[in-house]
């Protein structure tokens, strides 16, 4: 039998903080237990937030941390091709369609909708509004003209003939969802509508990107913040329709700032560097995320 795979897949764009520590040990305990291959790759296709510089310092932190990985380090940005092979067959499957709208447009079309229906428009699981489907009905020819006009446009999914096409899907979950789900979950994803496959301003969307590359890199166990819970759904909707084996997955609990929320990369105090500033040792981390013993 392979061995099994797992991987730690950070973004760029600020300092690792004790959240990431706690994903990175909980994966490479994971692979050493199982005898398996721990992997790291580094998540940077938002080429607005990403940034070179912290490629190194994550590393650096993840030895610091003495977390090992196996080399070279997979980077999203020089894979890109990849997504878009994977987008084209979406695109195949008439499971996609342009939206040229802005930021702006979208949240006037959902005030609009909310002001006329009198209640509040439906939210995805993150807390955004659902996409109003602007754009979802226009003409072939006319997008088509829009686009080679130079027209900025993202690519979204057709969710609910994605959906008809796949049919009820689910995932092993090993950790535990936030109202607790465990076991065998089946995933919801048309509660996320429309969601985005290739941003306006990156060439591919985080929920493409992981899949392909889960895929490309042979992991067979996904362990990650709980907050990435409810994203399960769409991974594995994009699994199927791409026809890519599932892994299985291990949501952890997330580690809360004083202030009982979610650690963020931009508050500086929580960071690793910051805390081996002050003189903590890579010890001291695996205690503050509650792993000693
Ligand atoms: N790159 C994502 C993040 O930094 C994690 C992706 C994943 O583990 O699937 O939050």
């Known amino acids: 039998m392979s061995r099994p795979v797992f991987r730690f897949a950070p973004s760029p764009n600020g300092d690792l903080h ?25 998540e940077d296709i938002d080429l607005d937030r ?33 997504y878009r092979a994977a987008l084209d067959r979406l695109a195949g499957m008439g499971l996609t369609y342009p939206a040229f709208a802005s930021r702006a447009e ?14 509040a428009w439906p939210r995805d699981p993150d807390g955004a509004p659902i996409y109003p489907g602007l754009d979802r009905d ?41 109202a607790g789900e465990t076991g ?26 992981v899949v392909v590359d889960d895929a490309a890199q042979g992991v067979s166990h996904v362990i990650r ?4 819970f409810h994203a399960t759904a769409v991974h594995r909707l994009l699994q199927s329709l791409l026809d890519l084996p599932a892994p299985v997955y291990r949501h952890h609990r997330l580690i809360l700032g ?3 929320r979610k650690l963020s990369k931009s508050v500086a105090s929580t960071s690793l560097r910051a805390l081996r500033a002050e003189g903590a040792t890579a010890e001291d981390i695996r205690r503050l995320v509650g792993l000693s013993g």
Not at 62 to 68: P, S
Not at 106 to 118: F, K, Q, T
Not at 225 to 228: A, P
Request: hydrophobic share 45%.
């Open 18 to 42: 004790l959240g990431h520590a706690l994903s990175a040990m909980l994966n490479a305990e994971a692979a050493r237990t199982a005898g398996g291959r721990m992997l790291v790759r580094i």
């Open 50 to 82: 990403a940034r070179p510089a912290f490629v190194q310092r994550i590393l650096d932190d993840l030895d610091w941390l003495g977390i090992d990985y196996e080399r070279p380090v997979r980077r999203q940005s020089e894979h890109l091709a990849d």
């Open 106 to 119: 979208i949240r006037a079309a959902v005030a609009s909708r909310e002001a006329e229906d009198g209640r």
């Open 138 to 178: 226009l003409p072939v020819e006319t997008a088509a003209t829009r686009i080679a006009a130079g027209e900025p446009h993202a690519i979204r999914l057709r969710m609910d003939a994605a959906v008809e096409r796949t049919g009820p899907l689910s995932w092993t979950e090993e950790g535990e969802g936030p």
């Open 184 to 209: 065998l979950v089946r995933g919801d994803p048309a509660a996320w509508g429309d969601v985005v496959l290739f941003r306006k301003d990156a060439p591919a969307s985080y929920h493409l990107a």
């Open 225 to 228: 913040g709980r907050d990435l």
């Open 258 to 260: 004083p202030d009982g």
